[in-house]
């Protein structure tokens, strides 16, 4: 799905990878679903805070492995030059800093790749054990 690159595009984004997880059978308040919704909150927020390109969408991709019980999360915005790395130090009362260092303790397996399809920008992705019944 394709989301303003805004604060509120990032919740509403949030808001809908929440309703497909239950959807699938991930019940709202179970552990697996606050997990990949708070990994797919970050990733949003990463891409409205740090891969903002003005008048240019952010984009999502929520699939399921109910073999491997495993969800993934895509999001890929427009910017290029801006590539995720984990910060080396933040400050306690820093504002920013944390999202990637949650998104490292929370997820399996996390990483990046240039955008799919030719189109600027990068897509950042995690993976999270979230057990789908077939």
Known sequence: MCFSSTPRGARLARRLCGTRLDAWGVPYGSDAHDTVTLVAAELCANAV?????PGRDFHVLLTADPATGTVRIEVSDSRTERQPRLPAATAPDGEGGRG????????DRWGWSPRAGGGPGKTVWAECTAPCPD
């Open 49 to 53: 805070r740090h891969g903002h390109v």
């Open 100 to 107: 990637l260092l949650l998104i490292e303790a929370l997820a």
